[in-house]
């Protein structure tokens, strides 16, 4: 039979064994008592306190538009008040004009409308030869709108609207996924600008646009939506929000 180690050794064994347990019984009490002080009593596994990005837009949106609404009763009592002060026909009628200059009034006139819209979900190649498509060449893109209304503009446009919104000087075109975002509401497909103006102007800068000529092929190809329309009268809404200039980074 092997000698037994002397008793000293086993001692020492025992002792370090009991120092390991402690430390990892208190290394785990520290864990739970972070992941309580982290947590504040909540269930650090579930997101239900968590918005995604589309909650975020949603709810901005809302509060954008009841803030819209109460900037657009402001601004109909000011020029109520305003129009109550001035007496001299010139200074009414020069303060017509800015305002009209401003896309802060009414617009009516003859244009054009222009219809964007995805392609079907399933849709494939419609050509011989050309690859099938990817996710993103079947949605609408920033640039696709934006070259619309930035040929429209160079088309002589006298005012532009995008969905509901009149655009005025500080107006940007934003898209995140498939959503369009547009002084501070959001919008899905399909997307449809209207231009007051000469039409046939307002038409040939857009068959003329190279950014737009290129989006048609991807209509030829993959099924994207487009439309242009004449009309004889159009009425585009003055803008009722906000005319503070804001960065591009900025919160609308």
């Not at 402690?22 to 785990?28: G, H, K, M, S």
């Not at 503009?153 to 940007?172: C, F, K, N, P, Y």
């Not at 959503?179 to 046939?200: E, F, N």
Request: hydrophobic share 35%; glycine share 10%.
């Amino acid at each position: 039979m092997p000698p037994r180690p002397p008793r000293t050794r086993r001692s020492g064994i025992r002792i370090v064994g009991r120092a390991l347990t402690c430390a990892v019984f208190a290394l785990a009490g520290l864990l739970f008592y972070i992941s309580a002080q982290t947590a504040r009593g909540t269930d650090l596994r579930t997101d239900n306190s968590l918005l995604s990005l589309g909650d975020v837009i949603r709810q901005r949106s809302a509060q954008n538009q009841q803030a819209q609404a109460q900037l657009a009763d402001l601004q109909s009592r000011a020029q109520a008040l305003t129009e109550q002060r001035s007496q001299n026909p010139a200074d009414t009628a020069r303060l017509d004009g800015l305002r009209l200059g401003a896309a802060l009034e009414p617009l009516q006139g003859g244009g054009l409308t222009v219809t964007l819209n995805d392609a079907p979900p399933n849709a494939t190649a419609r050509i011989p030869g050309v690859p099938e498509p990817g996710v993103n060449d079947l949605v609408i893109h920033q640039q696709d709108i934006q070259a619309v209304v930035n040929a429209l503009w160079r088309g002589g446009a006298e005012g532009v609207q995008v969905m509901d919104q009149r655009l005025i000087s500080t107006s940007a075109v934003r898209c995140v996924g498939n959503t369009l975002l547009l002084q501070g509401r959001v919008y899905s497909p399909p997307y449809v600008v209207k231009a007051v103006g000469k039409t046939d102007e307002l038409r040939a800068a857009v068959d003329g646009d190279p950014t737009i000529r290129t989006y048609l092929r991807y209509v030829q190809a993959y099924g994207l939506g487009w439309k242009v329309q004449e009309s004889g009268d159009l009425t585009l809404p003055g803008y009722s929000g906000t005319t503070d200039l804001r960065s591009a980074g900025g919160q609308q």
